[in-house]
């Protein structure tokens, strides 16, 4: 099997941020807590095509909420290839779980964008009941796929915010 990308931790400063972004202000030791419970994805099984991408601390999500997850992991990979991230099955047969972007396109670039690359993984609760996860709980699995582009002209637009850096105006 050909190797085209490995998962690492952002910093622990970058997380901190996203946390306080994402969360409010809080007691820097609990996040660091949070932050050394966070687990690289890894494949189930040697035919798993997906590498499953957990869920760092304990929550629960109310029917209707959304919540956006801020993982602690970025992930290097080959120029010519793409990661997708789908909802775990479970996720959404048994739990009525949904990504809000139905699903997540990671580009090789993403990696050295201004927030380490780091991934969120956005969720809604679609069902009548509240959701509990517990830190460790697989939501999401991540699929490598090469791709090619269809565009005549040179590209030289280089990425430089995280999330949805992709539509800002060429630098130049």
């Known amino acids: 099997m050909k190797k085209v990308a490995e998962f690492e931790k952002v910093s622990f400063e970058q997380f901190l941020k996203d946390w306080i972004d994402t969360f409010g202000d809080c007691k820097k ?12 994805p890894k494949r189930a099984t040697k035919g798993s095509a997906g590498h499953d ?4 601390f304990d929550i629960s999500v109310a029917s209707g ?26 996720l ?12 997540a396109v990671i580009d ?5 964008a201004d927030n ?9 609760n679609t069902s009548s009941e509240v959701v509990k996860f517990k830190s460790g709980d697989n939501i999401v699995q991540a699929v490598f796929v090469p791709f ?3 565009d005549t002209e040179e590209v030289t ?5 995280g999330l949805g850096s992709t539509t800002i105006e060429d630098r130049r």
Do not use: Q, W
């Open 29 to 40: 030791e609990n996040v660091l807590n949070v932050y050394e419970n966070i687990k690289l």
């Open 53 to 56: 991408i957990s869920i760092p």
């Open 65 to 90: 909420c959304n919540l956006k997850i801020p993982t602690g992991i970025r992930c290097k990979m080959d120029e010519d290839y793409v990661m997708l991230v789908f909802p775990r099955s479970s």
């Open 92 to 103: 959404g047969i048994k739990k009525g779980i949904r990504l809000l972007n139905t699903t």
């Open 108 to 112: 090789s670039d993403y990696f050295y």
């Open 116 to 124: 380490e690359g780091h991934i969120f993984i956005c969720l809604k």
């Open 148 to 150: 090619g582009t269809a």
């Open 157 to 161: 637009t280089e990425r430089v915010g």
